[in-house]
């Protein structure tokens, strides 16, 4: 989608299973690359967008949660063949987004195919988590908040970072290619407004992050007390995640 004809490009959201697009009241840039150029946009969503993507992964979450784990192991095993198809589609989006060199950006694409390697499906209550992470780990952050929730028959809905949000519409498509019924894995673009959104949906049973200790701080500060937020603490995320913010 184009604003104009000289415009960059729009990212969309990714709500049941295909992309959404939406003209939300203002859009921002994306810039990246040596020069600084805009690379990309994104709608800054807000409740109504939010209300969209959580009313889907609802609808979605009762047949999910009722599938066996062959099912849902299947899935995380097609995710991985396809992120290794295109590992390097992933790694030139890391390094546009992140300004990181390409062989680091190749890691993070490798040390997210290792984490989807051990991810095993496991009996869970049924739940909507809404997933948020920065800019530092762009594949493997949305993957260490997502595929387990997924895995255990859960439904998601990813909020990226404003600086680095290409890697996750990507990987919301390839869950889809893999054999996520629709409105399994969702993402919503924004900035505060539609963390709030998020916070505040009745229908999200569960918030958390993956970022570093400054951003997760910052984001639980905007948020107050809120009753459904939950960060994720570094020891919970794992030697993966660590290994994907060394150097950074």
């Known amino acids: 989608m184009l604003l104009n004809a000289e415009d960059a490009p729009a990212l969309p959201l990714w709500i049941n299973g295909r992309a959404f697009l939406t003209m939300a009241p203002s859009f921002l ?33 009762g047949a999910w949660n009722g599938s066996d784990g062959e099912t849902r192991r299947g899935c995380l095993t097609q995710l991985g063949e396809s992120l290794g198809r295109y590992r390097d589609h992933f790694a030139k989006l890391l390094g546009e987004e992140t300004g990181r060199d390409g062989a680091d950006c190749a890691a993070e694409v490798d040390r997210a195919l290792a984490l989807l390697a051990r991810i095993e499906p496991r009996d869970a209550a049924p739940q909507v988590a809404g997933l948020l992470y920065d800019h530092q780990a762009p594949l493997l952050a949305p993957l260490v908040l ?6 255990d028959g859960g439904v998601a809905v990813l909020k990226p970072s404003t600086k680095a949000p290409s890697c996750g519409v990507a990987l919301a498509e390839l869950w889809t290619r893999a054999g996520l019924p629709d409105g399994v894995c969702n993402l919503v673009q924004g900035d505060e407004a539609a963390v709030l959104a998020l916070a505040a949906h009745p229908g999200v049973d569960r918030l958390a992050l993956a970022g570093a200790a400054g951003w997760r701080e910052k984001v639980k500060q905007r948020l107050g007390a809120k009753p459904a937020f939950e960060a994720e603490a570094d020891e919970v995320l794992g030697a993966a995640w660590a290994g994907a913010l060394a150097g950074n």
Request: proline letters at 5%; one cysteine or more; charged letters at 20%.
């Open 146 to 151: 997502s595929a387990q929730v997924l895995a």
């Open 29 to 61: 840039d994306v810039v990246g690359g040596p020069d600084g150029q805009v690379l990309r946009k994104i709608p800054l969503c807000g409740a109504d967008e939010v209300e969209t993507a959580v009313s889907g992964a609802r609808l979605a979450l």
